[in-house]
């Protein structure tokens, strides 16, 4: 039998046993001496850990309040709990992505309460805190949920797409660098880009040509770069989009959402002039080019990343296993919640091979920092893009226990609960909050390190105040990726757009295709300032 067998056979045994114990949970004696507040939860890529967890403190703080977690994944898609709402017992919903137009609707048909109460009047003083829930709320998506001074929903975690690289790789192969540049097993680090010792970037490439040299260096060794989920645009799409932010830094970037200020390159910005971001700012070119230079070369990534038949979950087995298949694949590109989606690989990796170190937990991968311009042209510091947002948190507005569900979730955002769910879900919360080391050592080392790469950078949520002309005449230009919406290429698969073989795909072809039009912008324009005249 091969291992890959193994693998299926251990991934579907192993996920039979997770639905027996969500079921289990859910099937928890309803003790009648104390309250129940029923929580439905997406259990996807955060796993299902940290509510129990969650659950457990809260319950020790509150005997008298009995936590009832409901795990669902499918049947907590925003679509489908709006549709059939009535039945659903929760008295608080946890969901993965809920669209700005979604949370509307919601709103609209009185599904979700008034939680102004617990989360802007009353303090966290139960939970030994001087502050409120709302003041500590990641200060730039406030504007998002606050709905003419009242509250209906809260966000639930953050998420950007990066490269991750395999540790164990980088030390085997030497891949790291020192500081005069010489590539070595991780036992001379460089101080990386922030030019700190200790940090999550020690060792790394600094500039793009930086990045290419260890490119090249990978594939003199008979390592392959990189994978990712390559047919699909949302992936690798993202992940620029990450770049574009980190290169423009957080005010320039932000004009793609406000329309209007001072860009560092074009200067003062006017809603009549934001049609000019979409194809001026430098940071686009910059990023094509760098997509461009990584696709035209297919040494650079594996075979099957276009193939129809890799989705995320087969990019992640594939990253995964090849250091066990003949030729290692050194990263690939993902969200953060990768790692626990393909913990069932890895431990099934860890029982065929009879090796604990391929275990999740106990494999290490880090981040990849964004490359720099070589000319020095990117911004300072780091700004990332959380580009795959709008997970929310609400109440049932029919909850018969408002009281009780509005306690646990200030404990969810009190400094311990926001500590438990990073540390058990992996995933930072935009919140204002500091992780200990009690909780930063309950996390995996990959967990570690999308910590430091976070908690060190300013952030871009889809969730920031986007321009009224954006909701209006101009909501067909109001989506991240259409800022890569391109008449070269519809989809916005900028990966697919350069591979090679293709006539006249080209860094110049695309941002021509990027232009907005002058005059179809303004006239919408006029017709905003003329309706929104006083």
Known sequence: MTIKKLLFIGLFILSSFLLVGCNKETEETADPTRTQVYINFYNGGLGEKWLPELKEAFEKLHPEIQIRPIPGKSTMDSGTVLNNFDAYEGDIFFMDYVG????????????????????????????NENKSVWDKITPAIKEYYNQDGKIYALPWYQASYQMIYDVALFESESLYVSDDGTFNNGSNKSKGQDGIKGTFDDGLPVTQSDFFNLLDKMVEKGITPLTFFGSQAYYFTSYLTNMFADYEGYNDFMLNYVLEGTDSDL???????????????????????????????????????????????????????????????????????????????????????????LNYGKRRFGIMPMPLADDNSSSEGNTVACTSGRSVIFMNNNSNVKDAAGLFLQFCMSDEGLRIATAYSGMMRPYEYKMTDEYLNLMTPYGRELYQYENNAKIVFEEVPVSKFLQTEGSRYCSYLYTWVSSADTTANVAKYFQPGQQGHTVEAFLKGLENNETQWKDLVEEYRFRTED
């Open 100 to 127: 700005s137009e979604d949370l509307k609707q919601f709103m609209a048909k009185g599904y979700t309460a008034d939680i102004t109460k617990y989360i802007k009047e009353e303090t966290l003083r139960e939970f």
């Open 267 to 357: 200067g003062e910005i006017t809603l009549e002039e934001a049609y000019k971001l979409k194809s001026e700012q430098k940071g686009k070119e910059y990023v094509l080019r760098f997509a461009q230079r990584l696709i035209d070369n297919p040494s650079y990534y594996s075979n099957n990343t276009f193939q129809t038949s890799q989705d995320n979950f087969t990019a992640q087995d594939e990253f995964l296993l090849s250091s066990k298949q003949g030729k290692s694949i050194a990263m690939i590109v993902e969200g953060p919640w990768w790692e626990r989606e393909a913990s069932v690989t890895m431990e099934d990796m860890a029982g065929a091979f009879g090796d604990e170190n």
